[in-house]
């Protein structure tokens, strides 16, 4: 069944797509999720209560999610599968804390963020152990090949992440300069997750190559959504800082395309909204437009990565845990419908 049938097929049962996937999930994600738990007693007594806080501010676990369905799609979920889930959420703990302290953030998941509470050396040095502790879980893999792709995609992230805020309030940086950044600073975990799942699985390569890029490919999208959601969302409903990517120079999607097609007037005037940190003015200037702001073209071009990612497992074998990528995959796209103005 092509993508847009299996998505059709979806909406014709008037439940939606993550609903779905959830009950579909739900015991392998308990297992995750107690296993995610269990690792904070991995470390010294006096520094286990950090980790337990850092990792215990549940959030979509979209990483392990991924990890699974691939794992399902492409073979019988196991032990192993568990455990690159496991892994590939830990990384992503890891970035956030780093992410929160560049970005002054104060609330990640409804609560305070682990530099609010106990400042930025201390943070860093949490999030140096919940990297090296996934590495360290990784090691254990027989395959060398998967611990060898985890650290690819953690000096993907972080090459990621260097590169953007060497290029904090660069008006030179295009679209396709940001495109690379969030591919490497988001993408790639996506990639590794879904690849090492089809690898665990013994699947064909270009099975696990087409994984691969799905994953790539959703995770890019994702950080377009996450971006576009510093913009459009509430810090209410998020439980998170927003904002930050403005004032800290963070010229993402939504910004590029309005600065493309911005007259010289307008881009001066949007450096300087930027620069005196006049955050919701600038929002409203990427909110505006004749009919399509720069926020709506950027969420259309998230929703259209979504939807070509979907087409990349036509010619997988269906099961029930493929057609749950795909129920993903739209679950993915209605939260970009959400942000619509």
């Known amino acids: 069944m092509e993508a847009s049938a299996r998505s059709a097929a979806s909406a014709a049962l008037g439940v939606s797509p993550l609903a779905r996937v959830a009950?579909?999930?739900?015991?392998?994600?308990?297992?995750v999720e107690s296993r995610i738990v269990q690792q904070a007693a991995a470390f010294d007594h006096e520094i286990e209560g950090y980790v337990t806080y850092s990792i215990g501010g549940r959030g979509k676990r979209l990483r392990p999610l991924l990890a699974l369905l691939a794992g399902g799609a492409t073979g019988e979920i196991t032990s192993g599968h568990v455990d690159l889930a496991v892994i590939v959420e830990l990384i992503h703990v890891a970035t956030l804390v780093h992410d929160?302290?560049?970005?002054?953030?104060e609330r990640r998941r409804a609560q305070p963020t682990v530099n609010a509470r106990w400042g930025n050396s201390l943070s860093v040095l949490l999030g140096d152990c919940l990297f090296a502790h996934a590495m360290d879980l990784a090691a254990r893999f027989e395959n060398a090949d998967v611990s060898?792709?985890?650290?690819?995609?953690?000096r993907e992230i972080c090459s990621g992440e260097m590169i953007q805020t060497q290029r904090r309030f660069d008006l030179q940086l295009q679209v396709e300069d940001y495109l690379r950044i969030v591919e490497k600073k988001t993408g790639s975990l996506f990639g590794a997750a879904a690849e090492l799942a089809a690898l665990i699985s013994e699947a064909d390569p270009n099975v696990i190559e087409t994984f691969k890029k799905f994953g790539v490919q959703i995770g890019t999208a994702y950080q377009i959504y996450d971006d576009c959601l510093d913009i459009a969302g509430t810090e209410s409903a998020t439980g998170k800082t927003l904002g930050t990517d403005l004032r800290k120079g963070k010229f993402t999607l939504p910004v590029l395309i309005f600065l493309r097609s911005a007259s010289e007037f307008e881009r001066e005037r949007s450096c300087q909204l930027v620069l005196e940190e006049r955050i919701e003015e600038m929002t409203e200037l990427l909110r505006a437009g004749a009919t399509n702001g720069a926020l709506n073209e950027s969420i259309v071009v998230g929703s259209d990565m979504i939807r070509d990612a979907q087409t990349m497992l036509d010619g997988i074998a269906l099961n029930s845990y493929a057609d749950a990528l795909f129920l993903l995959c739209d679950a993915l796209r209605e939260m970009f419908d959400r942000l619509r103005v």
């Open 148 to 154: 060898r792709a985890i650290a690819q995609a953690a």
């Open 100 to 105: 929160d302290i560049m970005d002054e953030a």
């Open 23 to 31: 009950e579909l999930m739900q015991t392998h994600l308990e297992e």
